[in-house]
């Protein structure tokens, strides 16, 4: 259970839908997406796509339509691993939804020479999880969701679907997924 985080300053809410797929449990991942759907930040309102996957040959790509908002996220929530590079060109791209988190949710993003769509389905028990503010010294944000694992998805790139599942994990006391959707997710930092 979340608790108040107290005297916080909202700095974005949104989506963060993820895919960590891997062939085998606990193998390397052969595709980690992470979409952002960001309704309230300091660089507007926008999406964004991080990927590396097998169908990008393990390349890593960068699709939005706000490239202010992107490098905002790259350096304040998104700011280790392998996506928080600002060097890495941002494509430009048109995103859309089809679907709810009964049955399907499929995001769906467009280039002038690719067509990427992420689904995800057969949806577990959602359950709300984050971290406080400040609970951290070297990440002092904080942060709530309500994950709503998937135990099947597809990611296909000019239509070729990319290798791997999703596999259960858990977090705390539920059980959760390698991909899910992250809704009503928000991003704080101690006042």
Known sequence: MVSDPGPTDVLMTGENNYMRLHDEENGPMTTRAAHWRVLVSP???????????????????????????????????????????????????????TGDATYFWTEHVDTEEETIAMTWFDFGKPFVTGTPAGSSPDRPLGWTSIFVPARKVQLTLNGTAAMGRAFPEQRGDNVSSTAGLALSESWFQPR
């Open 43 to 97: 660089g507007g309102p926008g999406h964004v796509l991080f990927l590396k996957s097998d169908v990008t040959l393990d390349e890593i790509r960068i699709y939005s339509d706000n490239i202010a908002m992107t490098r905002w996220l790259q350096e304040v929530i998104s700011n280790r691993g392998e996506f928080a590079d600002q060097g890495i060109p941002v494509i430009d791209a048109v995103f859309s939804r």
